[in-house]
């Protein structure tokens, strides 16, 4: 069992694999809510010859974090 951050935190082990493999699937990570209230993001890599790049894009019409 892992600690949550928010009430979205993934803390179950086999759930926590099974949007890994999903992430993997689709090519992309998304944290709706995960670690802070309020804030929606999505991850992905940008993979050259080396080194590979991530960036994490936050949806920035829910920016500042806080009651919709």
């Given amino acids: 069992m892992l600690k949550p951050i928010t009430p979205n935190t993934l803390t179950d082990h086999d759930a926590l ?19 802070f209230v309020g804030v929606v993001r ?16 936050p949806q920035w019409d829910r920016w500042p974090p806080g009651p919709a």
């Fill in 17 to 35: 694999i099974k949007d890994l493999r999903a992430t993997a699937e689709r090519g992309y990570a998304t944290d709706n809510e995960a670690n």
């Fill in 42 to 57: 999505y991850g992905f890599s940008l993979r050259f010859t080396t080194p590979v790049i991530f960036f994490a894009v």
